[in-house]
């Protein structure tokens, strides 16, 4: 059984707003919307566990379950950082999870081709994580001045879906609350247990929507994949 935990608990503090950015709406349908639409409609998800603010679950229920009729959908509250609401997110599993996705509901554009490899990936490899080559040249800096420039054949933007063996996963967070370790990603855990972690490649679209000029180019992307849309049943009719 496949388990996705998405998060959504944050507060959006970058994109300053007075609004969690999960619920800022991208061609009329909010952000958490659009991410759980893409797991709902993956014939390999099996279950969704999405973490809130508990003060956001009357809004979360009726505006975005209810609305858009998504069922069976489990529900846990957000802790301070990210990686506290994914731990009270796993606690939520049904015992019959093996394989389990972490995502951030801020990467509305994550596609089923990208789920289903990192799902395949998990099975063989216990570990996968999704991410691209990074584009620029990345320097160390400290104070201001450059101290060195790291090969950039081995640097990768790490993305999600993060996914994982379920008893993996657990032991890794069990270990690293253990130590008081805290990563700002999931892999970064399971890396801290010594596990091998296989990176899948991902996609440029698959941005997480953090700073304000994010929604620009979050409606591009929405834009070119209607235009997509129209042209292929345009070819259809033809
Ligand atoms: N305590 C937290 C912090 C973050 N997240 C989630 O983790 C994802 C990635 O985090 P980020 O983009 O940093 O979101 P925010 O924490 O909301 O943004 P900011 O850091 O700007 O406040 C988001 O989907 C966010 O909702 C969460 O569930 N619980
Ligand atoms: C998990 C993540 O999305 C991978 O890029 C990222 O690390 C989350 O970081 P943030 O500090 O919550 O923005």
């Not at 997480?208 to 259809?236: C, F, H, W, Y």
């Amino acid at each position: 059984m496949n388990s996705v935990v998405i998060v959504a608990a944050g507060s959006g503090r970058r994109m300053n707003l007075d609004i969690n950015k999960q619920y800022i709406k991208l061609d009329e349908k909010e952000m958490i919307a659009h991410t759980i639409d893409v797991f709902y409609s993956n014939e390999n998800i099996d279950e969704i566990i999405v973490c809130i603010r508990e003060e956001e679950e009357y809004f979360f229920e009726h505006e975005i379950l209810d609305k858009y009729d998504f069922r069976d959908i489990k529900i846990a509250y957000g802790g301070k950082e990210r990686q506290d609401s994914i731990y009270n997110g796993l606690k939520k599993l049904d015992s019959n999870s093996d394989i389990v996705l972490i995502h951030d509901g801020a990467r509305p554009f994550v596609s089923h081709a990208i789920i289903n490899e990192t799902i395949q990936v998990a099975k063989n490899k216990k570990a996968a994580v999704v991410g691209v080559p990074v584009r620029d040249t990345i320097k160390v800096v400290e104070n201001g001045v450059v101290k060195s420039t790291p090969s950039r054949q081995t640097l990768w933007s790490a993305q999600t879906p993060q996914t994982f063996d379920k008893d993996l996963i657990i032991r890794a967070y069990e270990n690293a609350y253990s130590k008081n370790f805290y990563g700002t990603d999931d892999s970064m855990l399971v890396e801290f247990l010594g596990q091998e972690v296989t990176m899948v490649l991902g996609s440029y679209e698959n941005i997480k929507i953090t700073n304000p000029e994010d929604i620009n180019v979050a409606e591009q992307i929405l834009n070119l994949r209607k235009k997509s849309k129209m042209g292929k049943r345009m070819k259809k009719i033809g």
